[in-house]
DNA sequence: TTCCGATGTGACATCGTTCTCATAATCATC
DNA sequence: GATGATTATGAGAACGATGTCACATCGGAA
């Protein structure tokens, strides 16, 4: 069931039957013909063939490293319902964290799978430099900048300062950082800065004793908490780059008796959905995933529709969420 | 730059390329030719053309109520790495736990934009049953059984069993339960009744003021366990129809100044994140979401390749994860 | 009457592939 | 040297829409 059997039903030419679906001008009379002869028939046309013709897909492609994840699929609640509301549709892609299968996705998509492209990735290479800097398609970034890209990203620097204040405002001295890998520029980099920054504006320099590097996980973060707290024992609070580490450090502490916050005061980042429910519930940072995903959305749409390339950075504020841990 | 142009390039005809990146008789001379105007020009067959012709997508759509959740967002890990080794890829859209939306998308969908559908729902209406009965294209269902259909579900019944054997065998005998909409067949119906006949089996039958109904969030567990302590003050256990729920059922009893388990024992299913978190950790049950995504990945591609329409269902076992709550 | 703008109309080319088909060349076999 | 199988080739017709363009029709104004 073609667009030339309506036509032909309804005594009318393709054309008139196209300007109907699109909007053109056809008389009273066949406008109603072919109302009725769609109803009976239940005739859709064809995406394929319309894409074909149009070159638009109505589909974004949006990569992410997994889904499976409380900051990542609240980023992806955030697009899903903005696209939707505009016609279009998500192209999921998950790369288990690999930056080659990163490259791939970019790839795949840019020939005209999709109309536009949102990369949540973690770690920028030169390649992806090299690869986004002349890309087919409109494209944004979100939860890492890179400057002359369209992105959106978070205030880690402010979240690692808030948090670093307020855990110095609480009289601690001795405070420990559990990081993770630098390549990470947003997670690794920026929070270390914000931490290391306001623990120097306090008095109190980070020394490399007090300093570990984890992978994301629970397990990680129990192993690192137990290397500092043997070199450290005079440690009375660490900050760790995720929730998900820092409840790795509780772990630990609890199991050498130590009490949190008593003894020493435990803090993450993330607002993870974990982190209101262990005990002492963990103060950490909030980010504002949802509408980081939202506003990516949002600025695709904006960009395919031709608004204007637009190459703004936004920036998403953080706000402390005080809790017991600390 | 289309396939016309690499033949001209080439000089060759436009259907030798075509058989050249397919399969056909082409020369040797010819296919070094080509090879090398391919590679200068880094052409890539349009896919929108390729689709008009083929009728083939790529495309799996999978249609869902949130992604945001623990258990959905490991039932998507688990369907995109099957996809993409496959070539296929994932159209994603979330119904925000509307019917209606969920069975837009399915309408939306069936209108060749993908090859097939897979649908993790939670509710099945008659409407469903009636627009699924003849739907155009191949389709699994997750989480649910519908006879006649194929689908990929869990054990909830052997679940409810399970955990209610576990906690009489622990000597309780004032056992309630909070369970949530019966519209739900698998989580609202087959896990309750798991309950009820095991309760009822260890010669303790499950009275209905030991009987709460909850929405799926951490807030009603809380409120529910209030109504059900508050009416039942001798209760020694509750069992909850999801972990989220028994969270909550667990904050109001430590709040009410009960000890758990001494006082009353919390057990919930699903073994989500936050029930290793909590403390006393919480006891559940291990659902394998992950692989139900695999599965009805799997099970859909076969469908596509035309293996035979495999309505057949396939039911995933559960474990009991015996913790500290009870 | 003539002219003009607004409104309608259908033929036909186009998008970039795949695939059928008719035909040619090559080689071995009888 | 005729026959047939095998390999190789390109012309051209789909696939199912959209959009351009030339042309009709029809009031109403000059």
Redesign the interface.
């Known amino acids: 069931m073609n667009i030339g059997d309506i036509a032909r039903m309804a005594g009318v030419s393709r054309a008139a039957v196209s300007r109907y679906l699109n909007s053109g001008y056809v008389s009273d009379e066949k406008r109603e013909r072919i109302r009725r002869v769609i109803e009976e028939t239940g005739y859709?046309p064809?995406?394929?063939?319309q894409?074909?013709r149009t070159?638009k897909?109505f589909?974004i492609g949006?990569i992410l490293p997994?889904?499976?994840?409380?900051s990542i699929?609240?980023v992806?609640?955030g697009i899903?319902?903005v696209l939707?509301d505009a016609g279009y549709?998500?192209?999921?892609?998950?790369t288990?964290n690999s930056p080659v299968k990163e490259l791939e996705f970019l790839q795949i998509f840019s020939?005209?799978?999709v109309d536009g492209v949102i990369l949540v990735a973690t770690v920028f290479t030169e390649e992806h430099k090299r690869i986004l800097k002349d890309y087919a398609l409109p494209f944004v970034l979100v939860g890492q900048s890179l400057p002359g890209f369209a992105c959106v990203y978070h205030d880690d620097y402010s979240a690692g300062l808030l948090l670093t204040r307020y855990i110095i405002g609480k009289g601690r001295r001795n405070v420990g950082y559990i990081g993770v890998l630098s390549e990470d520029e947003a997670v690794g980099q920026r929070r270390f800065e914000g931490v290391r920054d306001a623990l120097a504006e306090g008095g109190i320099p980070l020394s490399p004793g007090m300093r570990e590097t984890a992978d994301f996980s629970t397990e990680s973060g129990y192993e690192r908490m137990k290397a500092l707290f043997e070199r450290r024992g005079d440690i009375d609070a660490v900050i760790c780059a995720t929730d998900r580490i820092a409840?790795g450090a509780m772990r630990y502490l609890k199991e050498a008796g130590k009490r949190v916050p008593e003894d020493v005061a435990v803090a993450g980042f993330g607002d993870n959905?974990?982190s209101g429910?262990?005990?002492p519930a963990m103060t950490t940072v909030r980010f504002r995933y949802r509408e980081s995903g939202m506003l990516a959305a949002e600025k695709i749409l904006k960009e395919i529709s031709g608004g204007g390339d637009d190459r703004q950075q936004v920036m998403l504020d953080v706000g402390l969420v005080p809790r017991e841990s600390v």
Chains 1, 2 share one sequence.
């Open positions: 859709q064809s995406v394929m063939a894409t074909l070159k897909t589909l949006v997994r889904v499976n994840s409380d699929s609240s992806i609640e899903g319902p939707q549709n998500m192209l999921l892609a998950t288990d020939n005209h799978r409840l959905i974990v429910v262990t005990s």
